[in-house]
């Protein structure tokens, strides 16, 4: 089966957009896709960047960069999530801004790709730092999101709370109220029933079609997942659910490994107490990066990017990764998983049961009318699943690994769309 070449060297290895590109080369010469359309989906339609003050408890005023990138419209509005951290590139959200188009065209849902994000330290920023923050932000990129332009989401260090600013922010401007201009807002405001939990049931959803793929049992199937956020944390108690071993959960300031498996509901409860996993009585206290190349039948890394490089990939003794968090391996590591033949269900294909769910909050609030979360469940994994099987077809008819697939399965189905559209002139 053919792999992805390694067209970056190990000094660019971690930078996300190269890795995107690398991978979204190598599958536009398997599709032998035309140059100009080439050329349209390499690089952003649109870079926004802005920087705006905000005034601080203190009464100083500190200055913030924000950004929002919007790489593809073609299939429609832009999608992406806003994330807060101190560690922001704009090489970075350019390159989550094109996961974002491939992951909603693997999942076939008429969305483009976008993403966004300030760069600040939220850990040591108060409540109304954050909303003054937020709501400056929002108005800064105002002209630029809309239902029907470009519908941001919680990401990292965002949530539900940020998105209600974010939407209040921008029906006050509007003078109506816009409940579909973000997803990911409370159940009150618009919001919908599943979507907090969506992101970690299609990482289940994923482990279950790669077990039925692969003829392997789920009774006894050991999993150690590394970041415990939201979706760690709820793909985690989804699969203890359904009878996998929860063996190891690994965060940044330290991991649990109990062979026998860790009770997830208690460990919820546990860090809800105390804001930390550390402490929790029920595992073994065990360093991060040593938890990641235990033994295990499936890996999953739910945090952040570049956690699978070529200094670790070779330890790695998980038999199927699948992958919750966006780009945690890099395009050289993906050499050396090739090689120990390890399974991998790649990003845009196994952490798309977020933006599928923010794709039905946006649908029931442009109807009015609210869907009870069972049908948002069902709804979900139907579509996960006929995506999962469309992505493993490709992968078999084009002898390339499933990342590759996922990506050409992508680039056919918005350059056609563009294709179809034709050039604007």
Do not use: W
């Given at each position: 089966m053919a792999t992805l070449t390694s067209t970056v060297t190990l000094d660019r290895e971690i930078n996300p957009w190269e890795a995107q590109n690398a991978r979204f080369e190598f599958a536009a010469r398997k599709l032998n896709l035309d140059e100009g359309i080439w050329k349209v989906l390499s690089s952003p339609s649109r870079e926004v960047i802005v920087h705006f003050p905000v005034m601080m408890d203190n009464g100083k005023i500190e200055m913030f960069t924000g950004y929002r990138v919007q790489h593809s419209q073609a299939r429609g509005p832009a999608k992406g999530g806003i994330r807060y951290s101190p560690d922001i590139t704009l090489d970075e959200i350019r390159a989550l801004a094109s996961w974002m188009t491939w992951k909603c065209a693997v999942v076939n849902i008429p969305f483009g790709g976008a993403k966004g994000g300030v760069i600040c330290e939220p850990s040591k920023m108060s409540r109304g730092e954050l909303e003054r923050m937020t709501r400056r932000y929002t108005s800064e990129i105002i002209d630029f999101?809309?239902?029907?332009?470009?519908?941001?989401?919680?990401?990292?260090?965002?949530?539900?709370?940020?998105m209600a600013w974010i939407m209040d922010t921008y029906s006050m401007h509007m003078r109506q109220?816009?409940?579909?201009?973000?997803?990911?807002?409370?159940?009150?405001?618009?919001?919908?029933?599943?979507?907090?939990?969506?992101?970690?049931?299609?990482?289940?959803?994923?482990c279950n079609e790669s077990l039925r793929y692969?003829?392997?049992?789920?009774?006894?199937?050991?999993?150690i997942v590394q970041g415990f956020g939201n979706v760690g944390s709820n793909g985690a108690r989804l699969l203890m659910?359904?009878?996998?071993?929860?063996?190891g959960i690994a965060e940044k300031d330290g991991?649990?490994?109990?062979?026998?498996?860790?009770?997830?509901?208690?460990?919820?409860?546990?860090?809800?107490?105390?804001?930390?996993?550390?402490?929790?009585?029920?595992?073994?206290?065990?360093?991060s990066d040593e938890l990641i190349t235990r033994e295990c039948e499936i890996l999953?890394?739910?945090?952040?990017?570049?956690?699978?490089?070529?200094?670790?990939?070779?330890?790695?003794?998980?038999?199927?990764l699948v992958e919750g968090a966006n780009g945690p391996t890099t395009a050289v590591a993906d050499e050396i998983l090739a090689d120990k033949r390890i399974f991998v269900v790649p990003d845009i294909l196994a952490n798309s049961g977020g933006v599928t769910a923010s794709y039905f909050e946006w649908v029931q609030d442009r109807q009015g009318y609210f869907w009870p979360e069972s049908r948002v469940n069902e709804e979900l994994e139907t579509i996960l699943r006929a995506s999962f099987e469309d992505v493993l077809r490709y992968a078999e008819s084009h002898n390339v690994n499933n990342r590759i697939a996922a990506y050409m399965l992508a680039i056919d189905r918005v350059a056609f769309t563009i294709r179809q559209r034709g050039i604007y002139a």
């Open positions: 999101i809309g239902p029907e332009k470009d519908v941001p989401a919680p990401d990292m260090n965002t949530n539900e709370q940020t109220t816009v409940t579909s201009v973000v997803t990911g807002k409370p159940i009150s405001m618009g919001g919908s029933r599943g979507r907090t939990e969506a992101t970690g049931r299609g990482v289940m959803v994923a692969l003829n392997m049992q789920r009774e006894g199937c050991r999993v659910e359904n009878g996998y071993k929860i063996i991991g649990l490994y109990n062979p026998n498996g860790i009770d997830i509901h208690q460990l919820t409860e546990f860090k809800y107490r105390n804001g930390t996993t550390l402490g929790f009585k029920g595992a073994e206290a065990t360093p999953v890394p739910a945090a952040m990017e570049n956690v699978i490089t070529s200094r670790n990939a070779e330890q790695l003794r998980a038999r199927i």
